[in-house]
């Protein structure tokens, strides 16, 4: 299988869906691409895209999570017919899979949804994949999987499941581990670059790269950064957060899984946004309370 | 005993002290006051105050934990003799003690330790009082804790054990249980405060003040200050920590007791002090990393 | 308002109901109260029990949060008609509230949603009262608030405000911050009764009842606990949530706000119900993979 | 440098310094070797091995922290001189070494700390060291680390800094970094293992190890562990500490920085060693006290 060839519709071509393009053609396949910008995209419609795919017409969704790729599915299921395939390989809620299934199931459309990790390195490293789904329609996309998996391994391919969702649900958790694992990094770093025991900070986490039970690609490229600018002074103290990170949590909460670690990581992304911390302003104000006055320390409380 | 009148020195004369010497004389026991503040005052130094008191010589050191305490004590060493006692109602560290009574009884001083609550509410409503030390030199100071401690009441007045240390080991835990409880307030604060659909905080905190499970003296003193304040905006979400929190953790950590609410309370005063938060520049550092530019959001890495 | 008398149905008549149909009795309310047990219920049905009350007719019901109180209101809604009021005085969660509120709508009757909080001490006491919904409906049932708050005290009865849910958003946060509390408590007393510098646990927590920061309710509680099981020895380990921590939680991760101790005070009774801590097992596979063998210590990787 | 040969004195031949005997030999060096256990030593006292040193003498010394090190090192400064240098290779708190390089300078001896990380894999591929002191001495050790150390890279040894313990500091960093590292796989393996949606989550965390953010070596040594007993059955949810992850928190506490993961995963340790969950004795005991029985559920509170 891994030798054939396949005509595969990408619609969105985004930085992401962009490099998938590019690394599913140098695999031999046909892509036809659609994005709403006329400038990127290979045809100038979803309609004009599926009229130009073989059957069973297989499409990869690529576009931005909950009302984009809600509506593009909805718009596929209408284009779509019995045997047709829809791939959501964006970052969807796994939740809204088993929705996005049985609608397309209506018309016979089969459905597989796929986590992808890689980033901008993806294009020429691979792309890790996990997805969920029959295994029948799973083999309808497997050579495009195959051409976008990292190659010379079996890693980065992984079927996690054949209920829908089961693919997103993993690559969540895999966010939800790569915050906390992030701010593990984090802590020790901030704690390292404070104290006037150490010096070389930059270097100390260099060095941790071989050997070390800490090493990982995470450690690579915190390294990285460190090297080009020693105490971070260039970079704000804030970090957004994807919605991974607070539906792993919630999935936790939901099944009675203590999850310390990622959830203080989630908080902390939180409070680095906040211009002005807002609970410590009611613990302010309850430390003025013992006191009458603000001067009072709360030693004396 | 309560009935009894006594003579007590007390080093240290500032907001606390200097309550608590109020409150000793309207109790009718006689104190001499020293200060290095001479407007303070009542004596001109420690051997003066020392020599005004009859034997066995009772003297209370309410003066910073620490170095101030430490050297305080040295010179009462130095000044006292067998028998007498000292008493340390400071913020000391419960470390500090077993050193303080150590040196003390090398010339048959007696030591009790006392934490002591109660902020400028104390001078009406009397102190909360924790205390460690032997029976015997516990009773040597008993009728200055009659007076200081609540009225009309068995609690505010607890013997925590005769290991030296024992009363500040208490009022510490006392503590790190404060910090937990005020963050358990502010965190439920900050997200009635931040959604659409409550209204009227401030009233939803008052109503709690009766007949829920959540009512505390910290609940009133925090519905005073949103009653004049509704959203805090006077307030700086800013809180400095004293000692007793982190010691509080640090002696969890040394008997292996979890203490997951209570560092997480210590962890978010240490954040609220952050005009940048520094490990979240690691955060967004590797997040840069994973993309080669900042441009690219996590959800696609 | 305050001296009027009502009739109101209650649905539901266990230990909560129950006593809450005893205080409004007791008020001069006329109750009629269903449960699906005739040893408890004054009429055969629902239906009976709605015929039994002059219009405008309030019901109250007071059934397990979810489907019972889903289904119950379901039934409501043939049953009563314009101008009537449905209350949800269970533990809903509040977006349940907006859909009961909706659904009863169309038939013109009316909805609010209240928090309870008193357990079985509210009977004497009265209840903590949180309710969410329209002045107009509120008005409706405003009597028997009244007597189910606790007397002689503006406190205890709020409206949080008018959208559907609001008043169990507050009760909801309200068990949040109780969750943190005792977590605060359940902290510091683990590290006091491990300890061997104190001695006297139990009495150290009466003392502190009075003069101190962290005096409260559940510390009164937790005092008598403590007196009749100095350790604890007689009681598991073990804690069960309902469902209004969690809801917390996600509410808090829903709309950005840290909450590291809530949460964590959640995750602590999850794990204290895992007979074998799951986590932990990952940890120990990966301590062994250190070493290849369990023998080896972690000190030396 | 590399290509000198040296003579070591090696003092604790177990698991680790045993490994480190046979790599510093295979790379040319003469290790003479003392352990109390004389199968495994190559001389029968600390004496005779300083006395087959030639000088500048340097001996490492290999054993467990604390009083061992202590002693083993207060009898190397009667037997050594001027010139001559210690190594603590061992997992000394770093705190130790400041007042272990003070006492051996009272005789002109030389100190140097390291961390040493690798465990068994070490003599195989190389111990990650990072060590404190001055570059003179350090030059002395340095044939030694040379050998020690992987080889072919750049990577896994690091000058941490000249103030003594600035070595030990550093590893117990990447210790307290390496417990949240492991808490968040663990975290996430545990949801991954308890929800439906997911089968086969040992090839999920397999082929996390190519191409995605997570991949590191602590990934690694888990799907090894996972493909030998999918839900870890085998073993138990229990895990020891070493001190590296206390004193990180306790450093961390002491620097006001705030390290709520690394926290959150010392702590879930200890849960798991807990027959019976002490804090949550307390919690249940309150619990029992909102509705006089236990029967009452807190919902009802």
Wanted: hydrophobic share 40%; with cysteine.
């Amino acid at each position: 299988m891994k030798e054939s060839r396949m005509h595969i519709g990408l619609v969105g071509l985004g930085k992401m869906g962009g490099n998938m393009r590019t690394r599913l053609r140098e695999a031999g396949h046909t892509v036809v691409g659609y994005d709403r910008n006329p400038d990127l995209a290979d045809v100038a419609s979803l309609a004009e895209m599926v009229e130009a795919l073989p059957s069973p017409k297989v499409v990869w969704v690529m576009v931005p999570a909950g009302d984009p790729t809600r509506s593009t599915i909805a718009e596929l299921k209408e284009l779509l017919g019995e045997g047709d395939l829809v791939v959501d390989g964006g970052n969807s809620k796994y939740t809204d899979d088993a929705k996005n299934a049985e609608s397309l199931s209506e018309k016979g459309i089969g459905f597989v949804d796929c986590g992808v990790s890689g980033g901008v390195w993806g294009l020429q490293n691979g792309y890790a994949l996990m997805y969920g789904g029959s295994e029948e329609d799973a083999a309808k996309v497997m050579p495009a999987f195959e051409a976008l998996k990292p190659s010379g391994t079996e890693d980065g391919l992984v079927h996690c499941g054949t209920t829908p969702g089961a693919g997103h649900f993993s690559k969540m958790v895999h966010n939800g581990i790569e915050y906390a694992m992030m701010q593990a990094y984090a802590e020790g770093w901030e704690l390292l670059d404070k104290v006037d025991i150490v010096d070389n900070v930059p270097e100390i986490f260099a060095s941790w790269r071989t050997g070390t039970v800490v090493r990982s690609w995470l450690l690579d490229l915190l390294v990285d950064q460190l090297r080009a600018d020693e105490h971070l002074d260039k970079i704000k103290g804030y970090a957004d957060d994807s919605g991974e990170g607070r539906w792993t949590v919630e999935a936790a909460i939901e099944n009675a899984v203590p999850m310390p670690a990622i959830s203080a990581s989630l908080f902390a992304r939180f409070v680095s946004r906040q211009e002005d911390d807002h609970a410590m302003k009611a613990i302010a104000a309850m430390r003025n309370g013992f006191g009458g006055h603000a001067v009072i320390s709360e030693s004396e409380a």
